[in-house]
């Protein structure tokens, strides 16, 4: 089973800039397709962006294209997303997963991932 902890979030005024980050630990990390989500308060939790197992292939939600990368380091076991010009309706808890099958190239779909994080709280200020 794979774990996963986030950090990196924090309070940003708009147009700011953050770089979220997630620390994999246990199963072999680098057979998986990881994602980051994210729950705005009293909202569903929503697709921010896809790297496909290798790091070969990405894929962002519309809302953040443009703005915001994700990237992965399999040796490290690690996982990134800069986030650049941000607005306030980026303001959510973020929460990087692990797709459940392997060599995947990553799904948009919450169900389709079996291991989480707990969350890092990003808040950006009008």
């Known amino acids: 089973q794979v774990q996963l902890v986030e950090s990196g979030g924090g309070l940003v005024q708009a147009g700011g800039s953050l770089t979220l980050s997630c620390v994999a630990s246990?199963?072999?990390?680098?057979?998986?397709?990881m994602a980051w989500f994210r729950q705005a308060p009293g909202k569903e939790r929503e697709f921010v962006a896809r790297?496909?197992?290798?790091?070969?292939?990405?894929y962002y939600a519309d809302s953040v294209k443009g703005r915001f990368t994700i990237s992965r380091d399999n040796v490290n076991n690690t996982g990134a997303l800069r986030m650049n010009s941000l607005k306030p309706e980026d303001t959510a808890v973020y929460f990087c997963?692990?797709?459940?099958?392997?060599?995947?190239?990553?799904?948009?779909?919450?169900?389709?991932?079996?291991?989480w994080g707990q969350g890092t709280q990003v808040t950006v200020s009008s």
């Open positions: 246990g199963r072999a990390f680098s057979m998986y397709a």
């Open positions: 790297v496909n197992w290798s790091g070969g292939s990405t």
């Open positions: 997963a692990a797709e459940s099958a392997r060599y995947g190239w990553g799904s948009q779909r919450s169900s389709d991932y079996g291991a």
